[in-house]
Every structure is written in C-alpha cells, then in structure tokens.
C-alpha cells in the first residue's frame, strides 16, 4: 500500500479518536439569526371596565370596527340603513343631506365600485363587460329613472341577478352618495338642450 495512503488513514483515525471527546456546554447553541426569541413577553390587557349587567357593548372612538355611533352600532335606523319604510316600501328619496360634498363623494364611489362595469357615464360598457360579463342595463334608461331611492340603495347593497352585492364593501353613506350620483348622471344623460341656460347653449356643439 501506498505510504502517504497509510498516513492519511491514521490520520483520519486519529482525528476521529481524539476529536470528538462527548464536551458538553453550558452556554447556549449560537443563534445566528434571533429575531425576537428572547424579548420579555407581555401579557394581553384586560378590560379595565366590566360591563353592567343586561348592557351591551358597542365599541367606542378607539374601536378597529370604526364605528362611533350608537345609531351606527344598532343599524336601527331602517330608512337609512335599508333603504325602506316600516311599511317596507322603498323610500322614494335617499334620507341624507343632499350637498355637493356628497354627491363629489358618490361620484368618486361610483368611478371605482360601478364604472368597472357600468362604465363612468353608466351605459353599461365597462372594462369588465368588455371582457364577457353579462351587460348591465343603462342606468338611464326610464326603467331604473323610475325607481325610489331605496331600490337603487337595495340594488347596490344586495347586488340584483348576475350583479354583486356591494354592502360589504361600500357603507350606507357611501351607498346613498352613489345613489345620487346615479341620478345626476341619469339627469345629465337624459338631459336636452332646454336644460342648458340660455346664456350657454352656443358652447355646445
Ligand atoms: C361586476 C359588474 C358590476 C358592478 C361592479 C356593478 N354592477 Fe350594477 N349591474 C351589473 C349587471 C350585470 C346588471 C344587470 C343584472 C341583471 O339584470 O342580471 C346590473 C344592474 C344594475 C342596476 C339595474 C338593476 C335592475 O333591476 O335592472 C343598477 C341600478 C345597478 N346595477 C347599479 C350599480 C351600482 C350603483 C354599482 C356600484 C355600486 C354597480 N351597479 C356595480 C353589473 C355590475
């Protein structure tokens, strides 16, 4: 046998003998990588604050829900929140403050919830109709003009056959801002020379 074989042989046994002695340690294994593994551990708060008996909590300023109001936690403002009457019946005009703020508002809402398939003057021809959805009908027709209120609010909470319900997306403002956005744009749609100020006519072309 070759002699610098045999020397590398009782080398690797002897490393192997004396390397490996069982040493134990005390010290911890390294930890290259620590993160947050030994940070002081903090236990969840508890509510300072029992709730009396027979109350309910609704959630205060500094709730993740959002919700500030109690009228807002109870939802017991049917016109409001569903768009009806006690009767039931739809309500024929949408119970907020009408202000150019809001309807701003409900344009805007309407351009990124509606315009993707109603498209941004409500025909019906939007990206997503484009590309194979079933074609909504135009929002100015005098089918949808007629409706109260309320329909269009419950359209846009419920969704309406192949159309989404939007009530976990959009709030009840916002649903009511859009709403009169639909109807300027109805307004706006169906709109004849004669709506326009006299003063004004010669800009259209
Ligand atoms: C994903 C596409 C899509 C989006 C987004 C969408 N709609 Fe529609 N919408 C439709 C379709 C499709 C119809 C027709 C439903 C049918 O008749 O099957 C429709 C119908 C309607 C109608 C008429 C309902 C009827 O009885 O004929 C109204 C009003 C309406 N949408 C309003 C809205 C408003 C307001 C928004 C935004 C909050 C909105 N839609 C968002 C697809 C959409």
Known sequence: ????????????????LTGCRGYRSE?????PNPNFDWQSKVKP??????????????????????IHKRSEFLKDDNRFYQGKETSGAFVAKAP??????LLLRGQERFNIY???CHDQTGAGKGLVISRGFAPPPDLADSRIVDMKDGELFGIISHGVRSMPAYAKQIREEDRWAIVLYVRALQQ???????NVPVGLRSNIK
Not at 27 to 31: A, R, T
Not at 96 to 101: D, I, L, P, Q, Y
């Open 188 to 194: 706006a749609r169906n709109a004849t020379i004669e």
């Open 114 to 116: 509606c315009a993707v």
């Open 27 to 31: 010290k911890p294994p390294i930890h």
């Open 45 to 66: 708060q508890r509510d300072p604050l029992t709730v009396p008996e027979g109350t309910v909590a609704w959630g205060d300023s500094q709730s993740f829900t959002g």
């Open 1 to 16: 046998m070759n002699k610098n074989l045999i020397l590398v042989c009782v080398a690797i046994v002897g490393l192997t």
């Open 96 to 101: 907020v403050a009408v202000t150019s703020e």
